[in-house]
């Protein structure tokens, strides 16, 4: 350990960087890391802002609906082709930059699903519900992640809201599909009937 005078405690020199005061000495100049700061502290106040005005981030910082357009069907074709890590961040951003559109929860939804976290799958998927204006494709995924987990109540339950309030012809009969899989009786091993020869 050393001792004297000019002893320094990087945490607190970092700390004072961020908060706007003297940069670590060394680490580039006073004006990119006050630039750096000033940034960080802009994007801070807007998400703040963006949370508590409930505006999303691209209300505040205004990035295209074309360039939206593009992100999301690099999202996708990452999905498709199984590149989940990426396809989780670029969903994420978008979820990030746009909370209220309800396809970017159904992307990160499915890479969850897909990732078989179907906990992480699920708890997306009720938020995308809530945003979603009665759209009921985030409750037939997360049918689906029941049933996976084998919580088959909450999985019947899922896909008798669906069958019963959805006005996609599609998805009810995937759902009826779902609730006939859970009332067919499967056989029990020890049931099954044994040729004697």
């Keep these: 350990m050393q001792s004297g005078k000019n002893t320094r405690d990087p945490a607190r020199d970092i700390d004072r960087t961020v908060r706007g005061g003297a940069p670590i000495q060394g680490i580039g100049d006073e004006a990119s890391l006050t630039e750096a700061s000033r940034s960080a502290e802009e994007v801070m106040e807007a998400a703040l802002e963006a949370a508590l005005s409930s505006n999303s981030m691209e209300d505040l910082c205004g990035l295209s609906s074309e360039m939206m357009d593009s992100l999301y069907a690099h999202a996708y074709s990452l999905y498709q082709s199984n590149q989940l890590d990426q396809a989780e961040s670029f969903f994420r951003f978008l979820c990030i930059y746009d909370f209220h559109n309800i396809d970017y929860s159904l992307g990160l939804g499915a890479v969850y699903q897909l990732k078989k976290d179907y906990r992480k799958a699920i708890e997306i ?42 006005l996609d012809p599609a998805l009810q009969a995937n759902a009826s599909a779902y609730i006939k899989l859970l009332t067919t009786p499967t056989p029990r091993p020890d049931e099954a009937k044994h040729d004697p020869l």
């Design 125 to 166: 998927y009720s938020a995308a519900y809530i945003i979603g204006n009665n759209d009921l494709r985030p409750v037939f995924h997360a049918g689906q992640c029941c049933l996976i987990s084998e919580d088959t109540e909450r999985a019947r339950q899922c896909f008798e809201l669906v069958l019963s309030d959805s």
